[in-house]
């Protein structure tokens, strides 16, 4: 049975850096992280988000300079957003995270600006790909024309601060798990990345507790999130990476399948498991996902 490669660039943790202050821009690379999301939106003053645009290009070089990859997040208002892409699109910066969305059409406004851009700079279309947030309880209905928006979209996840806000909830796993289920299942029909987990991203202060919702999350399906402190970056990059004992479960079992099949069973038991073809599907995500995060793109 061929593993096939997956689209997903292995972002186990997207840590938000404010690009406006120097010090955090400076000590990025050292954290850790899969990929830092350079902030224009909620972490930048107003009146700051002009010099703060200045400075995301050279801030991509440095938060990338170990091999991480470089995302900015930008303004949802149309008249920001249009100078932070100006700003943003460049062979620097991978990906933008897209704030407070509701609609498909916001994702596809953003799309065609991107597209005018890497077009103006000589950039392979298509190259700047794009995360969806959601942020509030109206974009809910919503959620598969948002998937389905853009090929550039690459994932979707919840905003568990606003989110929680905007649904008068707070926001403890109880409440916030049936949003993430959703972009799950979003997600996964429109053949999306799903990032996220259940709880709060704004509580770090128990790590133990951090990392126990983290690999519930990884059985929910999601492969990644975004984060704010390095402690949860490190987390995230043990919790949703496969261990060894599993891949070589699954490998053994995908075997077994293998074995069963060419004898003309439709089920096989392994170590004391029944296999068939959704358990056999399942180890090969788990798989590709152990190369991508071995060979990352």
Not at 26 to 39: H, P, Q, V
Not at 163 to 187: H, R
């Amino acid at each position: 049975m061929t593993l096939t490669t997956s689209a997903y660039p292995g972002w186990r943790s997207l840590l938000f850096i404010p690009v406006h202050i120097d010090k955090f821009v400076e000590k990025a690379a050292s954290r850790g992280a899969d990929a830092y999301i350079l902030d224009l939106e909620d972490s930048v003053p107003l009146a700051e988000k002009e010099s703060a645009r200045r400075k995301v290009i050279a801030a991509a070089r440095q938060v990338s300079a170990q091999g991480a990859a470089a995302l900015v997040r930008i303004n949802l208002n149309t008249q920001l957003a249009v100078k932070d892409i100006e700003a943003s699109v460049s062979p620097e910066v991978a990906a933008l995270v897209i704030p407070k969305v509701e609609s498909a059409a916001q994702v596809k406004l953003i799309a065609d600006l991107i597209d005018q851009h890497e077009t103006d700079k000589g950039m392979v279309k298509g190259r700047t790909r794009l995360i969806a947030m959601i942020e509030s309880v109206e974009a809910l209905p919503h959620l598969d024309a948002i998937a389905s928006a853009s090929p550039r979209l690459l994932s979707i996840t919840l905003g568990s601060e606003d989110f929680s806000a905007s649904a008068g909830m707070a926001p403890i796993p109880e409440a916030l798990m049936l949003p993430n289920q959703m972009i799950v299942y979003a997600c996964r029909r429109a053949g999306l990345y799903p990032l996220g987990f259940p709880a709060s991203i704004a509580d770090y202060s128990d790590l133990e507790a951090f990392g126990k919702t983290i690999r519930l999350a990884r059985n929910l399906g999601f492969v990644g999130a975004l984060c704010i402190h390095p402690k949860q970056a490190e987390i995230l990059n043990r919790e949703f990476l496969p261990s060894r004992k599993e891949i070589e479960q699954a490998r053994g079992l995908i075997e077994a399948y293998e074995i069963g099949i060419a004898e003309g069973k439709g089920a096989v038991e392994y170590n004391g498991k029944m296999i068939d073809l959704p358990v056999v599907k399942r180890a090969m995500e788990m798989i590709v996902t152990w190369e991508t995060f071995q060979h990352p793109h």
